[in-house]
């Protein structure tokens, strides 16, 4: 584990001129923005430890769901009190009964400057998301893995797929076997191609034996969609296995089996995880909270053969701080559009 500090914030990125005005930074506008994987991971970690001194709020996410199941909504506020800024983030998803070919998702990210009070600006969050989730989880793997752990499976191609695995390597660097199980050959197509981008001298081991494969892992990260056959079962693991939820693909078994259970936020747990509910609808408490574990103020893994369920639910507090990052950096490239909202 590292030191407790939970570090400064780089310099504030410059808000609106006025109070009437919004800078609008569209997915264009982001996807040409130079950044990282480890500039992701730093930026990430650090909003976990000002959560964990106490400087930021971090509110339960309100969630809509019709009784069909077709769409889901949720709406999430937090403030980041190193950065001194407030922000909304608003997701929808819609044909959740569909092929993944026909879902609608948009989700958007509104930033506001608590010293000054004016805008930052408003940018669609799903590059975002596609970066502070897998970065999550590589830190995850980081505080929990075992201490020789070499081999990680990942299981699902679509978007927290493709670059789970540079994430993986760039806090465990030392991974030595990568598998990779799905079904899509673009998503495959893709997980290959973000990994040569970040790691030229690496590739994925396709694998079609789900449980050997899981039997050999030390590190899982499930990212599987809905609609997914996968999922793997407590006793496929190998001692010592550490399992990550992220989306599909383990079976509920791998978290009331599991020696110990780490959660980003248990509250969250409960809200996005009942359908890791054993026969009578309830979840296991957790034995501690990550943004606890990174502080050295609660156990991550207490031996190197336990098997570890972790469950990554996104904290809106990592979305204002890598949105706030990407806002600096757009801002600073006079990227955006000003947009007199309030005229």
């Known amino acids: 584990m590292t030191d407790t500090n939970p570090g400064t914030a780089s310099a504030p990125a410059p808000a609106t001129a006025d109070d009437r005005h919004l800078r609008v930074l ?24 000002t959560l964990d ?16 199941g077709h769409s889901v909504s949720y709406a999430m506020l937090g403030r980041d009190g190193s950065r001194d800024v407030v922000a909304v983030k608003t997701s929808y998803k819609h044909g959740l009964d569909k092929g993944r070919e026909e879902q609608h998702y948009y989700t958007a990210l509104t930033l506001y400057d608590d010293a000054t ?12 998301g596609s970066l502070r989730t897998p970065a999550v989880s590589a830190l995850l793997a980081r505080e929990l893995a075992a201490p ?67 039997a050999d892992a030390d590190v899982i990260v499930a990212t599987a969609g809905g609609h997914t056959p996968a999922a793997v079962e407590a006793g496929w693991l190998r001692p010592g296995a550490l399992a990550v939820l992220v989306g599909h693909g383990l079976a509920p078994s791998t978290l009331h089996e599991a020696d110990r259970v780490i959660a980003t936020s248990e509250a969250q747990m409960n809200v996005t995880g009942t359908d890791m509910a054993d026969a009578d609808g309830g979840l296991p408490p957790v034995d501690g909270e990550f943004p606890a574990v990174l502080a050295g103020r609660s156990r991550g893994r207490t031996g190197a053969d336990e098997r570890i369920f972790a469950y ?26 000003e947009v007199a909202l309030w005229a």
């Not at 506008?29 to 990430?44: H, K, M, N, P, R």
């Not at 009070?117 to 408003?122: D, T």
């Open 26 to 49: 569209s997915t264009t506008d982001l996807a040409g923005i130079d950044i990282s994987l480890a500039d992701v991971v730093e930026t990430v970690e650090g909003a976990y430890r």
């Open 148 to 214: 020789a752990a070499r081999s990680a499976l990942v299981i699902g191609t679509g978007t927290q797929g493709r670059l789970a695995l540079p994430f993986l390597l760039t806090t465990l660097p030392d991974l030595d076997r990568l598998m990779l199980s799905g079904t899509h050959p673009e998503g495959i197509a893709a997980v290959r191609e973000r990994l040569r981008a970040h790691f030229p001298d690496r590739d994925v081991e396709l694998v079609t034996d789900l449980k050997a494969a899981a």
């Open 117 to 128: 009070g004016l805008p930052v600006a408003m940018m669609d969050c799903s590059r975002i």
């Open 312 to 337: 990554n639910s996104g904290l809106v507090v990592t979305d204002i701080a890598l949105g706030h990052r990407f806002a600096q950096l757009a801002l600073a490239q006079g990227l955006g559009t």
């Open 53 to 68: 001194a106490g400087l930021s709020d971090n509110p339960r996410k309100l969630t809509v769901k019709p009784t069909d």
